[in-house]
């Protein structure tokens, strides 16, 4: 059984719009996989839309990935199986997404520091019909206009956090995010403990009442899976994986997640609807 529960569309910043996900999963035998756009789940309602009555091998499950903030540590929360008509997740996330926009028109602006002139109209089109704007797409712009010849180039000369082309986007509070999920009926998981500068976040989560951890991300070291596998079960958490994939990279063929994760999931998911 293939599992990848962590994928970018169009809808944030990944490359492939929802139904090529869906396909290329379908085409690589996955049964089951989420779409956990940034700050948006309406990739995943298009996906979801697109597979009706075909695809019935593969089980897309609800997902989303949203920027918190934790003692100025940027926390990364990902959430499943969450009612879709919930007004206050909408809203936190309308929120989260809306400010992108600014954000991305002054690092535009702050470029020229570095005596870059980007064109807006070319960041525009990469961000697509949604108008998500993500620091990826001005380096895709970047590389477009000729400054740079890679999106890693890119990051390392000008939109890495202490650049002073970057400019923070809106984040909400950790615990804040954690609670809306619970309301919205949804499943919280720290997404890729492995890249927290600091393990002890993993615990501020848990008392914050995190339901459970991104154990199997494709990128942890073998070390570092042993270790928050042994806090999940410590703690009574489910485990999650998945490639975090964006389309830049080959799609993961021979990745998936451990069984456990979606009986994990749907066990969690099936007591809290029974209650
Ligand atoms: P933003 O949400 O606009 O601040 O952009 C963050 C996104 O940029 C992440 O979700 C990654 O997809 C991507 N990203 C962050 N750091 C790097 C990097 N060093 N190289 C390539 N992509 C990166
Ligand atoms: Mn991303
Ligand atoms: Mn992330
Ligand atoms: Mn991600």
């Given at each position: 059984?293939?599992?990848?529960?962590?994928?970018?569309?169009?809808?944030?910043?990944?490359?492939?719009?929802?139904?090529?996900?869906?396909?290329?999963?379908?085409?690589?035998?996955?049964?089951?996989?989420?779409?956990?756009?940034?700050d948006?789940?309406?990739?995943?309602?298009?996906?979801?839309e697109?597979?009706?009555?075909?695809?019935?091998?593969?089980?897309?499950?609800?997902?989303?990935?949203?920027?918190?903030?934790?003692?100025?540590?940027?926390?990364?929360?990902?959430?499943?199986?969450?009612?879709?008509?919930?007004?206050?997740?909408?809203?936190?996330?309308?929120?989260?997404?809306?400010?992108?926009y600014?954000?991305?028109?002054?690092?535009?602006?702050?470029?020229?520091?570095?005596?870059?002139?980007?064109?807006?109209?070319?960041?525009?089109?990469?961000?697509?019909?949604?108008?998500y704007?993500?620091?990826?797409?001005?380096?895709?712009?970047?590389?477009?206009?000729?400054?740079?010849?890679?999106?890693?180039?890119?990051?390392?000369?000008?939109?890495?956090?202490?650049?002073?082309?970057?400019?923070?986007?809106?984040?909400?509070?950790?615990?804040?995010?954690?609670?809306?999920?619970?309301?919205?009926?949804?499943?919280?998981?720290?997404?890729?403990?492995?890249?927290?500068?600091?393990?002890?976040?993993?615990?501020?989560?848990?008392?914050?009442?995190?339901?459970?951890?991104?154990?199997?991300?494709?990128?942890?070291?073998?070390?570092?899976?042993?270790l928050?596998?042994?806090i999940?079960?410590?703690?009574?958490?489910?485990?999650?994986?998945?490639?975090?994939?964006?389309?830049?990279?080959?799609?993961?063929?021979?990745?998936?997640?451990?069984?456990?994760?979606?009986?994990?999931?749907?066990?969690?998911?099936?007591?809290?609807?029974?209650?």
């Open positions: 059984m293939k599992i990848d529960l962590h994928l970018h569309t169009t809808f944030s910043d990944g490359k492939l719009s929802p139904e090529e996900m869906i396909r290329n999963a379908y085409e690589n035998h996955y049964s089951f996989i989420s779409i956990t756009d940034h948006t789940f309406a990739g995943y309602l298009e996906a979801k697109f597979m009706k009555d075909k695809y019935h091998t593969l089980e897309l499950i609800p997902g989303v990935e949203i920027s918190t903030i934790f003692e100025n540590t940027e926390v990364h929360i990902l959430a499943y199986y969450f009612d879709e008509t919930n007004e206050d997740l909408i809203e936190l996330l309308k929120q989260v997404y809306d400010s992108r600014g954000r991305a028109l002054e690092m535009v602006a702050r470029l020229k520091t570095f005596g870059i002139e980007l064109d807006w109209a070319s960041v525009l089109s990469y961000a697509g019909k949604n108008k704007i993500g620091r990826p797409h001005i380096a895709r712009a970047l590389i477009t206009n000729g400054s740079i010849k890679t999106i890693r180039e890119a990051f390392d000369k000008y939109l890495h956090n202490d650049s002073p082309a970057y400019v923070p986007k809106l984040k909400v509070d950790t615990e804040y995010a954690i609670n809306v999920i619970k309301k919205a009926g949804g499943i919280s998981v720290l997404a890729h403990p492995g890249r927290l500068s600091d393990d002890s976040i993993v615990y501020n989560c848990i008392d914050m009442g995190i339901d459970g951890l991104e154990v199997y991300y494709v990128s942890h070291i073998t070390g570092q899976t042993r928050y596998e042994q999940a079960l410590e703690n009574n958490l489910v485990r999650t994986g998945g490639t975090d994939f964006h389309g830049n990279e080959f799609f993961y063929v021979n990745y998936s997640a451990p069984d456990i994760c979606i009986k994990d999931l749907k066990a969690l998911n099936e007591k809290r609807k029974n209650k």
